[in-house]
């Protein structure tokens, strides 16, 4: 079936001497992965490795086929330019630490045209912004939501907050049950969009705490899932 549609680049593997292997997350057909033959050593050919970027916005032209693994995209052009999501070092760091939540945080292979919708509108913002130190926790946290397991804020007065039950709680003896001070920083991110996250009065080191706390509910409530390797530096910056 032929298919065109936007995308958004998640990841990209050399494959052999001259093709990649592109996971992209469409709108129109969810998850998919693309083998690009020859384009790591191609000059004349319609697809470029520089379009394949992590977090790169596309429309692709593919022949999508359900009964195997790799498809193939028969062209591609960017759907959004970046300004500087690409060449600015430290959005550079939020990018391959996005992607690589990206990569393992979406697993489901059907289309979800809200999700890409959230997500294309997310990167364009973080592209044009100039203030954005909180942008990845008001990301993971909206991004739970659309995963399906978004923290119940209902009884947001409370002190703690329950990893594994994903909600505000009164304090318990229970080692999922989290009462530092990290959960009142955490409140602060609930019900707000990026442009109100400018405004977050939270330390650097609250919010390496809260992000911690993010990481580990998503670890507790999806399969499979993988710490990003890109923490680490992330964490130096942000």
């Not at 050399?14 to 969810?30: F, H, M, P, S």
């Not at 692709?60 to 591609?76: C, G, P, Q, S, V």
């Not at 955490?186 to 330390?203: E, H, N, R, Y």
Request: charged share 25%.
């Amino acid at each position: 079936m032929h298919v065109t549609t936007p995308a958004l680049v998640i990841s990209s593997l050399k494959y052999g001497e001259a093709d990649l292997i592109v996971k992209c997350y469409t709108r129109q057909a969810g998850l998919k992965s693309y083998l690009l033959r020859g384009v790591l050593k191609s000059k004349k050919g319609k697809l470029k490795k520089a379009l394949f970027l992590p977090l790169s916005l596309l429309e692709i032209e593919a022949n999508h086929k359900d009964n195997r693994n790799l498809e193939y995209i028969k062209e591609a052009r960017l759907l959004v330019p970046y300004q500087e999501l690409h060449t600015d070092i430290i959005k550079q760091t939020l990018v391959m630490f996005l992607a690589e939540m990206l990569q393992h945080s979406i697993q489901e292979e059907e289309p979800n045209k809200p999700l890409f919708d959230y997500l294309a509108e997310s990167f364009v913002w973080l592209d044009e912004a100039k203030s954005y130190a909180s942008f990845h926790i008001v990301f993971l946290l909206q991004l739970s939501r659309f995963l399906g397991f978004y923290p119940d804020d209902q009884a947001a007065e409370l002190p703690c907050f329950h990893l594994l039950e994903g909600r505000f709680t009164e304090p318990v003896i229970d080692p999922m049950c989290n009462c530092d001070e990290v959960v009142s920083h955490f409140k602060q991110f609930f019900g707000i969009d990026f442009d109100a996250s400018t405004s977050v009065k939270v330390p650097k080191s609250g919010r390496l705490e809260v992000l911690n706390l993010l990481l580990r509910y998503y670890q507790l409530h999806l399969q499979n899932y993988k710490a990003p390797q890109s923490l680490t530096v992330l964490n130096q910056l942000f």
